[in-house]
T-cell receptor, first 112, second 111 residues
Framework: EPEVTQTPSHQVTQMGQEVILRCVPI?????FYWYRQILGQKVEFLVSFYNNEISEKSEIFDDQFSVERPDGSNFTLKIRSTKLEDSAMYFC??????????FGQGTRLTVV | ELKVEQNPLFLSMQEGKNYTIYCNYSTTSDRLYWYRQDPGKSLESLFVLLSNGAVKQEGRLMASLDTKARLSTLHITAAVHDLSATYFC???????????FGKGTRLHILP
């Protein structure tokens, strides 16, 4: 069965550093998403991406965040200058036209 | 804006008992998902419900969807300790782009 792949599974970074979280969506999917889950809390929508541009973003997705689909297969989330409160599990998801969404296994980001 | 409300948020129950988790949402939906999450782990997809009256069962878990009432339920039959986890419902609104999650129900099953 096709799956969404995220790397790394765990990333530790120092506060103020830039991090890039990577996702390989299911091929032929058109819509891509990033979600965040702070430990023990709900899964929060960050951003959706379609047709090479952001289609919607939440208030969490401020200027420190950016997304990119650099090569037609990867979908990345960049945090420019990490803060302690960015520590969370980050999930990538993708779906096709009128299909269900599939989530990746997540990247646990720890900012120290 | 779409609201997704789960209740209860925390449930402690004895093995062997039955219980139901409720998921209410505030707008029309294309799909409704149920996920299981173990502590520190990823989301495990349990069910995807597409249409009114849909019912799906896997082992001791059964999910149903009533689109008119905007309500989905996850029923646990004869609970066992291994079902202890957090369960999330998530709604895929009609015509919208993003999936919205409920706050999750933390289920603790006592042996």
């Amino acid at each position: 069965e096709p799956e969404v792949t995220q790397t790394p599974s765990h990333q530790v970074t120092q506060m103020g550093q830039e991090v890039i979280l990577r996702c390989v969506p299911i091929s032929n999917h058109l819509y891509f998403y990033w979600y965040r889950q702070i430990l023990g809390q709900k899964v929060e929508f960050l951003v959706s991406f379609y047709n090479n541009e952001i289609s919607e973003k939440s208030e969490i997705f401020d200027d420190q965040f950016s997304v990119e689909r650099p090569d037609g297969s990867n979908f990345t989330l960049k945090i420019r200058s990490t803060k302690l409160e960015d520590s969370a599990m980050y999930f990538c998801a993708s779906r096709g036209m009128n299909t269900e969404a599939f989530f990746g296994q997540g990247t646990r980001l720890t900012v120290v | 804006e779409l609201k997704v409300e789960q209740n209860p948020l925390f449930l402690s129950m004895q093995e062997g008992k039955n219980y139901t988790i409720y998921c209410n949402y505030s707008t029309t939906s294309d799909r409704l998902y149920w996920y299981r999450q173990d502590p520190g782990k990823s989301l495990e997809s349990l069910f995807v419900l597409l249409s009114n009256g849909a019912v799906k069962q896997e082992g001791r878990l059964m999910a149903s969807l009533d689109t008119k009432a905007r309500l989905s339920t996850l029923h646990i039959t004869a609970a066992v300790h291994d079902l202890s986890a957090t369960y999330f419902c998530a709604v895929d609104p009609a015509g919208d782009d993003k999936i919205i999650f409920g706050k999750g129900t933390r289920l603790h099953i006592l042996p």
